[in-house]
């Protein structure tokens, strides 16, 4: 009888569908997919995919995205319920009533927000551009940042720009302890920390690198150093560890205590193979976004994709 991962690829192929699967994918999703990358990435390959069928094993705002890029394709996702909790941290209503105040502003939203707020957006960026898309704005333009305020506070600590931040948060990215941190590069003195943007400041001052999930990757590829504390969602250490087979990974510790001791994406890993496959064979739960939603998000997403090349 033939494997799961098997009857997806031919399933895969039969019906000319595309798996797009995010970095904090369990380990099996990223393995059958044909592109594994972070949000820039993805929204990259989901503008020029060909395939009739796009699934999307990442959350909810991720294949919305690659819905508002893809309008006349089905967009299919493993798990309608794979939200995110930064997502869910901006509620459009009160960001509408939040734009409304400052009328004068320019409004740059990070990815990692629903289609609704991209819609309100003027920009759209990614960790990977962030600081790149900030700095495109003239000087004595205002900008509205949102929703990560952890990430905004990133960028103006990099752009010396004095931007006005929603007040949304990651989870995942909160949860980092600073003190088992600290006690674990006491046990590992000669490892690197490496770190991600969304991460809280004080974990941020702790890294020798910060940046997005490739970016991390990158950077481990191309250091000359061989051990490295890494302070994401645990999920990226699967492909970088294919990237870097002779180097030693160890995932930042949580402040709770779990079976991994790191930080894991509850959202992330609610796909799994068995919903990759019955999301294949039934072509559902199918994601849609309102042809006005659509019309106005593609707006900031293809600014950002445009000031990205």
């Not at 929204?43 to 020029?48: D, Q």
């Not at 309608?80 to 901006?90: V, Y």
């Not at 250091?223 to 699967?238: M, N, Q, R, W």
Request: overall charge negative; hydrophobic content about 40%.
């Amino acid at each position: 009888m033939k494997s799961l991962k098997e009857q997806i690829l031919e399933l895969k192929k039969e019906k000319n569908v595309v798996i797009l699967a995010h970095y904090y994918q369990e380990n099996d999703i990223q393995d059958i997919a044909d592109y594994v990358g972070d949000s820039l990435g993805l929204s990259i390959e989901a503008a020029k995919a060909d395939a009739d069928i796009i699934l999307f094993a990442g959350v909810h705002f991720m294949a919305e995205t690659a819905k508002i890029l893809n309008p006349n394709k089905k967009v299919i996702l493993p798990d309608l319920k794979a939200g995110c909790s930064l997502a869910e941290s901006c509620p459009p209503d009160l960001f509408r009533k939040f734009l409304d105040k400052h009328p004068d502003h320019i409004v740059i939203t990070y990815v990692n927000c629903s289609a609704e707020i991209k819609a309100m957006s003027d920009i759209v960026c990614t960790s990977a551009n962030a600081v790149k898309i900030v700095r495109s704005v003239p000087l004595d333009v205002p900008i509205i940042f949102a929703p990560d305020k952890n990430l905004g506070k990133y960028i103006i600590s990099e752009t010396g720009r004095d931007m006005l931040l929603w007040d949304g948060s990651c989870v995942v990215h909160e949860a980092f302890s600073l003190e088992k941190l600290i006690d674990l590069h006491k046990q590992h003195p000669d490892a690197q920390i490496i770190a991600h943007p969304e991460s809280e400041t004080h974990i941020l001052a702790t890294a020798t690198y910060i940046g997005s999930t490739s970016g991390m990757i990158d950077y481990v590829k191309t250091s000359p150093h061989h051990k490295f504390i890494v302070a994401t969602e645990f999920g990226i250490l699967h492909k970088m560890q294919q990237e870097v087979p002779h180097k030693i990974l160890i995932p930042a510790p949580a402040k709770e205590n779990n079976t991994c001791a790191c930080s894991e994406c509850g959202y992330m890993k609610m796909n799994t193979l068995q919903k990759v496959y019955n999301c294949l064979l039934n072509e559902t739960p199918e994601v849609t976004v309102p042809q006005d939603i659509i019309k106005k998000a593609l707006i900031p997403i293809e600014r950002m994709l445009e000031l990205s090349k």
